[in-house]
């Protein structure tokens, strides 16, 4: 029986090692910078319901899932934005022409999703108080 060359060995190591990952999973960042304002300022952010700082805000928040966005500030009126996601065909490009399986992981993981939306503007509106008589 005979054995298997080292160098076909370490060949198929490394085919089975890419055929587990994509391009967006190793190369893409797993977060992005989003920004909040609000006029008034100074209004909470709440990420998915978890407050997360005042307006203006700038910080990295994951893009493999869409997010909701809701600004408060006493005085006025609640409002929020969902944030969906889209797939960067590049990414599965670069995993077709490289590797085709790797698109499957990819797609899998999500690693390939970005925001919709990165920089996000709020204007506020007062409550009105409305008496009836």
Known sequence: MSRIPKAVTVLLCCVL???LVGCAT???SKTTEIQVNS???DANVYF???RVGKTPLSTKVS???PLTVDIKKEGYEET???IGTHSSMGWYVADFLIFYPSVLIDAITGDAHTLNEKK???TLEP???STHK
Do not use: A, M, R, Y
Request: proline fraction near 4%.
């Open 120 to 122: 996000l503007d709020f």
């Open 127 to 129: 409550i009105t108080t």
């Open 17 to 19: 090692t890419f055929s």
């Open 80 to 82: 929020s934005k969902k």
């Open 26 to 28: 190793i190369l893409k």
């Open 63 to 65: 893009d493999k899932d």
């Open 39 to 41: 006029n008034p300022q």
């Open 48 to 50: 998915d319901g978890n």
